[in-house]
């Protein structure tokens, strides 16, 4: 020991210096790094198991979930009184007449397909009618025939599930799996009228099983012993081996996790009785994957921490030194920025302490450069809005009185319909032309609308009626002027014109607890997914249009005058079916009279 020590005290400081930053660093960090690892590898399991069955647990409550939601819509449609006595008549063959066809379509028809269109997870609902001789009323209502393309068609038994079938009656979607609950629909004597179909998309029921993951496969095993997985792709890779997994699985009565071997590989198999959905949901991860991955990062760790000190431990005189030299340097650049040198910057100097303080001031001169050019083209921006104002006020008068010695012209002559739509379009300039600074009320702004769409309605040879569901106390709710017209607008323009027959838009208030929903729906052609993603990253701001129809560029408006007002959290939303419906939904807070508080 003596010996060591009076060589010890020969060696030079930065020898000393790096001797005792071994012995007091790197020795116990490598027996704490081999604890850790020795520590990790016998936790490892328990926690891929806790981690498999809160996954599991999760999928089984979203999956009960549907189903209950499945059974909900199958008792509405099945208790429908008016669809009742309609698939009555057309089992009887009774004589129905088109406009009671056109009836039962316009109002009970259209109310069931709006719940149905609410609800992003139902796939379809069919109603298959025992008659083949009537017109269908799509997406709805199906003659018998159609049915007999089901492929469960033959075997189903009334209220059990059918799965992984593909659609047969929509060609452009045939690659979605779907499951159904199907359902004879009776007469008060128990005699069978038609049969119900409530379908979902196999990958909205079990997300786990057709989601890309190499490390976590799933399935779903029905009592016949088939299996249900996604085909194609690395999610597949156990699919060979689910007779194997089957057999480890057995006919489990109840939730249960199994530690096996499948495929000379060490996994993890969680199992949950599904009864409502009568199967079995199996989950399987693999364990030794997990295994090499833990432990190929703690080699990394090591090695990197070992590099790393003895990089600091030879550098280190020259690490002081240079953090010295950042100092001034970022202190010479602050001088510079003090005498008006507004567009200096620091240098790039690293990722330390320093290179962090240098890039806050740098991000505060860009900060402060961006603001001083807000604050500009706010000036601009007012400056032209008040010429806009005076010259709107300067125009008005001679327009208005122009329009009105024109009604009285087609009143004289008994032109009932010009006078009309004169005064509406008055009504329709003199909101626009109106110079106001804050926000209209509802009432104010749906009364445009309704101008706006008696004018578009003599314009076209179709007729756009305008529904309007809206509580009093919503009615004096204030927003921005000219925030719901341009979605109306939209919706005729390119939902009900490309349509070309009559149609009906819906306007209705939804309270919530602390804001509230105007939804605007209308019955025109709808939206591909592509269009949709367009359009919300439109709104986003991450697509760049110049001005012209159909670019979105009236919806960004309302959306930015919206969230510039009322915050982030506010704005639109969008859900469309192609060929069927689009709704926009304009989410704003609700004022304190309306909330009691």
Not at 36 to 64: G, H, P, W
Not at 152 to 157: D, F, G, L
Not at 263 to 283: D, Q, R, W
Request: net charge negative; hydrophobic share 40%; charged share 25%.
């Amino acid at each position: 020991m003596n010996i060591l020590r009076a060589r010890f005290n020969k060696l030079k400081l930065n020898t000393k210096f790096t001797v005792f930053m071994v012995i007091l660093v790197a020795i116990p960090l490598l027996i704490f790094v081999v604890t850790v690892f020795q520590y990790t590898k016998n936790n490892m399991l328990q926690q891929a198991r806790d981690d498999l069955e809160d996954k599991i647990t999760e999928d089984y409550a979203a999956a009960k979930k549907m189903a209950e939601l499945c059974g909900m819509t199958s008792q509405i449609f099945i208790a429908d009184t008016e669809l009742r006595e309609l698939l009555v008549r057309l089992e009887k063959d009774s004589p129905i007449s088109t406009q009671e066809f056109l009836n039962f379509s316009q109002k009970q028809l259209s109310m069931l397909e709006g719940m149905v269109n609410s609800n992003p997870y139902i796939y379809q609902v069919r109603v298959y009618a025992e008659n083949n001789s009537f017109p269908e009323m799509l997406p709805i209502l199906y003659r018998k025939m159609r049915m007999e393309n089901a492929p469960w068609a033959e075997s189903y038994v009334s209220g059990e599930w059918q799965f992984n079938y593909q659609d047969f009656l929509l060609s452009e979607r045939k690659e979605e799996r779907l499951m159904a609950l199907v359902t004879d629909i009776e007469d008060a004597y128990g005699e069978k009228i038609g049969v119900l179909e409530v379908a979902v998309s196999m990958k909205d029921m079990f997300p786990s099983i057709y989601r890309a993951d190499e490390n976590i496969w799933g399935c779903f095993v029905l009592q016949d012993g088939s299996v249900c997985a996604a085909e194609g792709g690395e999610v597949t890779v156990w699919s060979k081996e689910q007779r194997e997994i089957c057999e480890a699985v057995g006919n489990p009565e109840k939730s249960k996790m199994i530690h096996t071997e499948i495929n000379k590989e060490e996994v993890l198999l969680a199992v949950c009785p599904m009864k409502e959905l009568s199967g079995t949901y199996i989950l399987l991860a693999s364990v030794q994957e997990q295994a090499k991955e833990i432990l190929r990062q703690e080699l990394m760790v090591v090695m990197a921490l070992l590099l790393l000190f003895l990089c600091m431990t030879i550098l280190i005189n020259g690490v002081v030194k240079s953090l010295l030299n950042k100092f001034y340097e970022i202190l010479g650049v602050v001088r510079r920025i003090q005498n008006g040198d507004l567009k200096e910057r620091i240098p790039e100097i690293g990722t330390d302490e320093m290179g962090e303080l240098g890039s806050q001031i740098n991000q505060m001169l860009d900060q402060m450069e961006i603001l001083s050019k807000e604050n500009v083209d706010r000036e601009v921006l007012v400056k032209n809005t008040e010429i806009k104002a005076l010259q709107n006020q300067i125009n008005a008068h001679f327009i208005y009185n122009v329009l009105e010695s024109i009604k009285m012209m087609a009143e004289i002559d008994e032109k009932y319909e010009i006078s009309d739509a004169v005064t509406s379009l008055g009504e329709l300039l003199r909101y626009n032309m109106k110079w106001v600074s804050g926000n209209v009320t509802i009432r104010e702004e749906i009364a445009y609308i309704m101008n706006y769409v008696q004018l578009m309605n003599l314009r076209y040879d179709f007729t756009t009626l305008l529904s309007v569901k809206i509580s009093e106390e919503i009615y004096e709710q204030q927003i921005p002027k000219m925030s719901l017209q341009p979605i109306v607008e939209n919706a005729i323009c390119h939902g009900i014109v490309e349509l070309s027959e009559d149609a009906t838009i819906y306007i209705k208030a939804v309270v919530h607890e602390r804001d509230f929903e105007i939804e605007i729906t209308d019955s025109g052609i709808g939206m591909t997914k592509e269009q949709m993603e367009w359009l919300e990253r439109k709104l986003r701001g991450e697509v760049e249009a110049n001005g012209g129809s159909g670019n979105g560029i009236g919806l960004k408006n309302v959306q930015d005058r919206i969230q510039m007002q009322f915050g982030k959290q506010y704005g639109l939303r969008f859900f469309s079916k192609e060929g069927c419906f689009t709704k926009v939904s304009v989410l704003l807070p609700l004022q304190d009279k309306v909330r009691g508080e």
